[in-house]
């Protein structure tokens, strides 16, 4: 007599079935980013065509990373899927410095973790030392 063995044509109960893997979070999330960025941009860009585009850059990252940090309050209250650091710390180091220091003061999110101290003062150093030689050029 066999043992008693699934069948090839047999499926496991649900709860054993596996999961396909989600996607990266990292790059999911960035590329969210990415595309607000970019569709903020382009907004701005159609009603202020005589801002420098570091200007209209600056204008649109910062409400997305704004909205990520507070996406990611909320995620992190309900125990949901989270935004990566790594891509907060790409958007306050790619001029969402503003959206970035409002996001940790007004959704009071990510305001005992060093790195984002850090990583935020950089951005303020590097977006200031490039505002500074944009107003000498200009």
């Not at 860009?45 to 420098?52: H, S, V």
């Not at 704004?66 to 710390?89: I, N, T």
Request: zero cysteines; aromatic letters at 16%; proline letters at 8%.
């Amino acid at each position: 007599m066999k043992p008693n063995t699934p069948q090839a044509d047999q499926q496991p109960p649900p709860e054993q079935r596996q999961q396909p893997p989600l996607r990266s979070p990292r790059k999911t999330f960035a590329i969210v980013a990415l595309i607000l960025s970019l569709l903020f941009a382009g907004l701005i860009f159609i009603f202020t065509k005589d801002w420098p585009l570091y200007w209209i850059w600056f204008a649109a990252v910062n409400p997305v990373t704004l909205m990520l940090y507070g996406f990611d309050k909320f995620q992190a209250w309900r125990g949901r899927l989270r935004v990566p650091e790594s891509v907060l710390h790409g958007l306050s180091l790619s001029g969402g410095l503003a959206g970035g220091w409002f996001g940790v003061f007004l959704f009071r999110h990510k305001k005992r973790k060093v790195t984002f101290w850090l990583v935020l003062t950089i951005a303020t150093l590097l977006h200031g030392g490039i505002i500074f030689y944009l107003q000498l050029i200009f």
